[in-house]
């Protein structure tokens, strides 16, 4: 099983900076089969990236990813007020799936 | 309109056992894989499990492998989770996904609470 590591576990802000979440996993990561998803309180999760790059439909392109192998990058470039929430990484490239334990972006 | 409902949650007591049902509308059940994913409250998401087109192929998380089997109802568009030997770390928020990849579609979950 890959095991996702995600840091920080929480990264406080101010609107306007520049956000700079870390998914490092325990192996190889096939394909860069990765995913990115947004959670906001009492709300279902959202995909933003997926292929660790590509952007989901409908996704601002303040949010970008990057990474290969084993370390995978999700940046907002300019924080807006409704990206405060929680991150969560997941690799799709071998079973079992796995999730991150996810980075909560606050308000500073 | 893609609609993902889930049913079946619950108390039960710890050892006891839950099925969970999917039921799915707004796109061809019969060409995707399906998942289900859950989440403690407070905590993070997990995979659970996951199953092909035609239910011929499953997947589980360790934790759950040998206590809870996946199954669908390509005929009724469903989706199914059943829990037995439920454990009181089972206890989450359970949502059916569509795919065995990234997951674009969730539905709005149905809770499991484990307790005496």
């Known amino acids: 099983e890959i095991v996702l590591t995600q840091s920080p576990g929480t990264l406080s802000l101010s609107p306007g900076e520049r956000a700079t979440l870390s998914c490092r996993a325990s192996?190889?990561?096939?394909?860069?089969?990765l995913a990115w998803y947004q959670q906001k309180p009492g709300q279902t999760p959202r995909v933003l990236i997926y292929?660790?790059?590509s952007r989901a439909t409908g996704v601002p392109d303040r949010f970008s990813g990057s990474g290969s192998g084993t370390d995978f990058t999700l940046t907002i470039s300019r924080l807006e007020p409704e990206d405060f929430a929680v991150y969560y990484c997941?690799?799709?490239?071998?079973?079992?799936?796995?999730f991150g334990g996810g980075t909560k972006v606050e308000i500073k | 309109e893609v609609q993902l409902v889930e049913s079946g949650g619950g108390l039960v007591q710890p050892g006891g056992s839950l099925r969970l049902s999917c039921a799915a509308s707004?796109?061809?059940?019969?060409?995707?894989?399906m998942t289900w994913v859950r989440q403690a409250p407070g905590k993070g998401l997990e995979w659970v499990a996951n199953?092909?087109?035609?239910?011929?192929?499953?997947n589980y998380v360790d934790s759950v492998r040998g206590r809870f089997t996946i199954s669908r109802d390509n005929a009724k568009n469903s989706l199914y989770l059943q829990m037995n030997s439920l454990r009181a770390d089972d206890a989450a928020l359970y949502y059916c996904?569509?795919?065995?990849?990234?997951?674009?579609?969730w539905g709005q979950g149905t809770l499991v609470t484990v307790s005496s």
């Open positions: 292929g660790a790059s």
């Open positions: 707004g796109f061809t059940f019969t060409k995707y894989w």
């Open positions: 997941q690799q799709y490239g071998s079973s079992p799936r796995t």
């Open positions: 192996q190889s990561v096939s394909s860069s089969y």
């Open positions: 996904t569509i795919g065995s990849g990234w997951y674009e579609h």
């Open positions: 199953i092909n087109q035609d239910g011929s192929e499953e």
